[in-house]
């Protein structure tokens, strides 16, 4: 992974939905900010059965609508990007228990956060981003209003980080 001034990575259960949705929609905010060279943006699942999948199909289909192209393919979150990464979003407070557990150093649990946190909508101001997986379109698009809404706030916050160093 190339070391760029800020590293930001989106974690949920198998890295086909939620992460890369957040991972596709803060790319499509940072690019459209003329910052791709200087925030690298990734996504990963704290489970490996989705490995090698992309994103899933109605996630996909949710983004495209938004003009938000959805690349990506799934992998596990693992001690390399707690080194690596500045700042760990993650969708859910049992994602959030699995990296906070796997980050030793006390500067490396820092780094994880709930993505929630950078919500800013009334709406959107709860613990978790729910999981579509099992649900329909709209629990897609609310997930995907969730995203944009915290993705926005996100810029804000990391543009402040790359200006501080």
């Known amino acids: 992974m190339p070391r760029t001034p800020f590293n930001v990575l989106f974690v949920c259960l198998g890295n086909i939905c939620r992460s890369p949705a957040g991972e596709n929609m803060f790319r499509h905010l940072v690019e459209d900010a003329g910052l791709g060279d200087a925030i690298h943006i990734d996504s990963a699942g704290t489970h490996d059965y989705q490995?090698?999948?992309?994103p899933d199909r109605r996630m996909q289909k949710t983004l495209q609508s938004r003009g938000i192209p959805?690349?990506?393919?799934?992998?596990q979150i693992s001690g390399y990007d707690l080194f690596n990464f500045d700042l760990i979003l993650t969708m859910d407070a049992d994602n959030y228990a699995r990296v906070a557990a796997l980050a030793g150093a006390p500067e490396d649990r820092d780094k994880v956060k709930r993505f929630t946190d950078f919500c800013v909508?009334?709406?959107?101001q709860v613990a978790d981003v729910p999981d579509p997986y099992y649900g329909n379109g709209a629990g897609f698009?609310?997930?995907?209003?969730?995203?944009e809404d915290g993705c926005r706030?996100?810029?804000?916050?990391?543009?402040?980080?790359l200006a501080a160093r």
Do not use: F, W
């Open 121 to 124: 909508d009334p709406d959107h």
């Open 141 to 147: 698009e609310m997930v995907a209003d969730m995203i």
């Open 70 to 75: 959805s690349t990506g393919k799934a992998r």
């Open 51 to 54: 490995i090698g999948n992309a």
């Open 153 to 161: 706030q996100l810029l804000d916050h990391v543009r402040n980080e």
